[in-house]
């Protein structure tokens, strides 16, 4: 009887560890498709999958289940579409975005209420609200700043956090702050993280240094 509870034991714990790597392995895959993507195209494909895989948690193992990557992705989707769209000239729907990327990043803090890659996501999207608003919005800016510094309390060595106070120093009024000297310190210091940073796993995020790059190439 023992042997017999041993094996299926055995059984189980595999099959988890066959779920387990064959879930990383896609989810792997189509990260990196989502950190290549330049077109329209590319980030709804990136877009369409993320969402489809929250969809499907419910089904899944309690490792996916648990697993906030995939409420992160799907936000991050939404956001680099809108950012990419931006860069090119054109002016995407900033507000149905943000709210929409805000109700998958509530997911990730029901597991990780301080999650730093969250709270840096969350800076993101009230900094490109800010743009929205001809005046930069002191009001979304502040928001911005009090997710970074969150995200800071726990991960301060988190080179995309530099890379946002960049945005912010950048994308503010004068009066409220804003230096495109300070601007481009922040986004050297990022590079210079970006060397030295280590993810806590594979499947962790690693946007940010194309963003100090373009930046930097821009600032007049």
């Known amino acids: 009887m023992k042997r017999t509870l041993l094996i299926l034991f055995s059984l189980s714990m595999c099959a988890l560890s066959f779920a387990q790597t064959s879930y990383e392995k896609s989810l792997a895959t189509q990260i990196t498709k989502l950190e290549s993507a330049k077109k329209p195209e590319d980030f709804q494909q990136s877009k369409d999958y993320f969402m489809k895989y929250v969809n499907s948690l419910s089904r899944g193992t309690e490792t996916q289940k648990e697993d906030w990557r995939a409420y992160y992705y799907t936000a991050l989707s939404l956001i680099r579409s809108d950012i990419a769209s931006q860069q090119a000239g054109n002016m995407p729907n900033i507000e149905e ?23 840096i996501l969350l800076s993101q999207i009230y900094v490109l609200k800010s743009l929205n608003n001809a005046t930069g919005s002191p009001s979304d800016l502040a928001k911005a700043n009090e997710y970074l510094a969150k995200a800071e309390s726990k991960d301060k060595n988190n080179p995309r956090i530099d890379v946002i106070k960049g945005e912010i ?14 601007a481009k310190t922040y986004f050297n210091s990022a590079l210079a993280k970006f060397k030295t940073y280590r993810k806590k796993s594979s499947l962790d995020p690693n946007w940010g240094k194309e963003d100090a790059n373009y930046y930097l190439s821009v600032i007049k």
């Open 97 to 119: 975005t943000s709210s929409l990327a805000e109700k998958y990043i509530a997911g990730i803090f029901v597991k990780n209420p301080d999650n730093a890659e969250a709270n």
């Open 169 to 182: 120093a950048l994308n503010s009024p004068v009066k409220n702050g804003g230096d495109k000297e300070l």
